[in-house]
């Protein structure tokens, strides 16, 4: 990430300027599209020490710029205790969860991961805080799956949502997270509200809800919004590609970049500027068509034709136009990079053209 602007360097928490070496990072689903930028933009900090864990082990490139990576489940509870309390734990990125398309396959699995992951590692990072008698920063990506459109005249009615609009998800990934937004909300502002022994547990909670990303250097696993991405890879690769949704199905996006430096600059911003715990993001509103017709531009040969797939239709119809993210630029400054011409020609065709010439 880019350092701050002039006159902004106050602004970053006073605890990391102040104490910078004691910072420790522990990334959950590291070895995922998200967790190889973050690692990659927190590194820049030499003094931050980072621990990555995942399922499977992380790529040798993201894994040689962790200070530990451990192999496991983000729903063993022993194993993240020991995480936490092994590695005096600071800031907590929780990126592990299953995505949209393949939570549908396993709701109920999906609901273990996505929902006891996260409430084991706020009820974790609770205790550590209180003997540690420092709070835990905990990060959460969450997503635009929160939303729920009932049909197409109110999508195109409501234009950009704010957070708390149409908050009525209808996948079990978009539940989840809604779900563990309001957990993470809970740990930070009311837990044991009546409890005589409140202690002194404090989490400091902060969440991006995510719209469809766009990474050139990684293929897509497993997100209803993969269309773009698979679209984008598939022409840049010579490969025909099916969409599964109409040319106008429409949401937000941003680009993995924009996304790193968005979660980098929640998890570093001082507390005291944040109104809220959960925040929209995004660049740009694109169709599935018009990213079509710009991807034929960039690649010629491109062959891309639409034919939908019904459910997997309904899901992005439920899902918001465009989001509205001021409030993320009046509390922290948040602003896209790109514009969607803008990113096609400075990030997606220049980034996705070496990730193929290197292949």
């Known amino acids: 990430m880019n350092d701050p602007p002039a006159g902004k360097a106050n602004e970053m928490d006073s605890k990391e300027q ?8 522990l990334i959950t689903g590291a070895a995922g599209e998200i967790g190889h930028g973050l690692i990659k933009g927190l590194r820049v900090h030499d003094d931050i020490r980072i621990v990555a864990t995942d399922l499977k082990d992380l790529p040798e490139d993201t894994r040689d710029l962790c200070d530990e990576v451990h192999v496991g489940d983000v729903c063993d509870m022993g ?3 020991q995480l936490i309390a092994m590695h005096e734990v600071t800031d907590l990125y929780h990126l592990a969860a299953l995505l949209s398309t393949r939570a549908e396959h396993v709701p109920e699995v999906a609901h273990e991961v996505n929902v006891g992951g996260t409430f084991n590692l706020l009820k974790l990072c609770a205790s550590h805080s209180a003997s540690w008698g420092r709070p835990v920063r905990f990060i959460l990506p969450s997503t635009i799956a929160v939303y729920g459109m009932a049909d197409l005249a109110q999508k195109a009615s409501m234009g950009a949502v704010s957070e708390g609009d149409c908050n009525t998800p209808r996948t079990m990934y978009g539940c989840n997270k809604l779900y563990c937004e309001h957990l993470g909300r809970y740990y930070a502002r009311h837990y044991r509200s009546l409890a005589e022994d409140r202690g002194t547990a404090t989490i400091d909670f902060r969440c991006l809800r995510l719209p469809g990303i766009i990474a050139a250097e990684t293929k897509p696993t497993g997100g209803t919004s993969d269309f773009v991405p698979e679209m984008l890879h598939a022409a ?3 490969t025909p590609y099916t969409c599964f949704v109409r040319e106008d199905a429409r949401i937000p996006w941003m680009t993995m970049p924009e996304c790193i430096e968005a979660m980098l ?3 570093r911003v001082d507390e ?3 109104q809220n715990s959960v925040y929209n993001v995004s660049s740009f509103s694109a169709s599935a068509g018009e990213v079509a017709e710009m991807v034929r531009s960039s690649f010629p ?3 891309i034709e639409f034919t939908p797939d019904v459910d997997r239709q309904a899901i992005v119809d439920s899902w918001p136009a465009d989001v509205d993210t001021s409030t993320a630029r009046a509390d922290w400054g948040f602003t896209p990079r790109w514009g969607l011409e803008e ?3 400075e990030y997606i065709v220049p980034s996705i053209r ?3 010439a290197q292949a």
């Open 18 to 25: 102040l104490d910078p070496g004691s910072r420790s990072v």
């Open 79 to 81: 194993l993240m205790q």
């Open 236 to 238: 840049a690769s010579g």
């Open 265 to 267: 600059q929640i998890g």
């Open 272 to 274: 005291n500027r944040l």
């Open 301 to 303: 040969g491109a062959e």
């Open 343 to 345: 990113a096609f020609a």
């Open 354 to 356: 070496t990730h193929y």
